[in-house]
């Protein structure tokens, strides 16, 4: 027996009462996830949502007063203060009250944002636009539900580089170009004080 479920089941989708339920009856449980729209709306725009030097973190959240409690110090506005990327679900109803906790939370106004209805749908619509002018984006296309919000600098970042393509930078499988190591090892010096070049490369999942 299968179970279609709406949306991303690891994302408020009360998948966890249902596996819940079934364990006590006893029965076995498999959950096979598709790709959330978070990362579909990112590959619609053509955007990495982590860049280098700009944003390595992606926050998923909600605008609070829900239907759902937020527990405390998850605001908008206090995950706001961090500056990354963040992803905000079910919140389109609500479009001029997401703006301006956006805004206290000390993103600029300019700062680069995505409105994705039904992404991946046959009638999907997705438009860029600003923080400062995202409620009136929402409006102007009649959006309430089935809406996803991109926001964050690194929507709109170039230029940087990161350090896995990069000449001095060694793994298992590749030896780094000397002197390319000692520029990225200077670099890497002159930004953070320290030399983080010269660490081991870790490769995921494989202990030292």
Request: glycine share 8%.
């Amino acid at each position: 027996m299968a179970r279609i479920h709406s949306g991303d089941p690891a994302l408020w989708g009360a998948v966890q009462e249902q596996l819940d339920l079934c364990r006590a009856l006893d029965l076995a449980v498999e959950i096979v996830p598709g790709v959330s729209s978070f990362t579909a709306v990112a590959a619609i725009v053509g955007r990495e949502l982590t860049i280098p030097e700009v944003a390595q973190s992606v926050i998923l959240t909600r605008l609070e007063g829900g239907k759902t409690p937020m527990p405390p110090g998850e605001r908008v506005r206090d995950f706001a203060r961090h500056g990354t990327t963040m992803a905000l679900f079910l919140s389109a109803a609500r479009s001029g009250q997401v703006q301006a906790e956006l805004l206290a939370g000390g993103y600029p106004a300019d700062t680069p944002a995505v409105v994705a209805y039904q992404a991946t749908w046959p009638d999907e619509l997705v438009v860029t636009c600003t923080v400062g002018t995202l409620e009136a984006t929402v409006k102007e296309h009649r959006l309430w539900k089935h809406t996803l919000f991109l926001v964050g600098p690194a929507l709109a970042a170039t230029g940087t580089r990161s350090h896995l393509y990069h000449p001095g930078h060694f793994h298992t499988f590749r030896r780094a170009e000397p002197a390319a190591r000692a520029e990225l090892r200077q670099q890497t010096r002159g930004r953070t004080g320290t030399d983080r070049a010269t660490e081991p490369a870790r490769t995921e999942g494989r202990p030292e």
